[in-house]
């Protein structure tokens, strides 16, 4: 144990004994084997609404990279970040690209818009493959919600409500008074903060 990454360890070996008649002082053969490269660093995550961007440092020696992506279920998906932690909230890993040597970035695409995912990468060499990187995870920029037509529920309160979004953390809600034909003109209020996984508001004081 304790042995260096990207390292060459060569051995030999002979007998010895106490007898008058013991073995020949001679050394056995001396076969050479190199521990795994190092694990590269996966780098921060950026991300559009379908794509995530994967970069990492490059490991001298390396014959390629292998990314494995896994997502968070969407059991999971509107519970707060300390569940990311939790082995039970993702699905298992796949892989998901196999590159050439000396590739240190990778564009996941084809993603679903508000949904979480994690990375990790290693790289491959002619002894076999390192260990795996640090993980990433992130979340693709959500879409934005539908808001429903208002509902009177007296002279004096209007009932707001929505669709609940993959990846918010919570909702800003705005409201002007309309003028004109539509709402173009006229100021927003300042935003309303709403919670987490909250879909209705009840807007009273008209």
């Not at 992130?138 to 929505?162: H, K």
């Amino acid at each position: 144990t304790g042995l260096s990454l990207s390292t060459e360890y060569c051995y030999r070996v002979k007998a010895y004994s106490t007898n008058t008649n013991g073995p020949p002082a001679v050394y056995s053969n001396e076969p050479c084997l190199y521990t795994p490269l190092a694990a590269p660093t996966l780098n921060a995550l950026t991300a559009t609404a379908t794509q995530v961007d994967l970069t990492w440092n490059n490991i001298s020696g390396n014959t390629g990279y292998e990314v494995q992506m896994r997502t968070m279920s969407t059991s999971y998906a509107q519970y707060p970040a300390s569940y990311y932690a939790q082995e039970y909230a993702w699905s298992a890993w796949s892989t998901v690209a196999t590159l050439a040597a000396d590739t240190i970035t990778h564009s996941q695409t084809a993603l679903t818009s508000g949904y979480t995912y994690q990375f990790r990468v290693r790289d491959t060499y002619s002894g076999g493959t390192s260990a795996w990187s640090n993980t990433q995870w992130i979340t693709t920029i959500p879409p934005a919600p539908t808001l429903n037509a208002p509902t009177a529920a007296s002279t004096t309160q209007r009932n707001l409500s929505w669709n609940n979004i993959y990846g918010e953390t919570g909702f800003r809600l705005e409201w002007k008074l309309r003028s004109g034909a539509d709402c173009t003109e006229g100021t927003w209020s300042a935003p309303v903060s709403i919670g987490q996984n909250v879909v209705t508001y009840n807007h009273t004081g008209l």
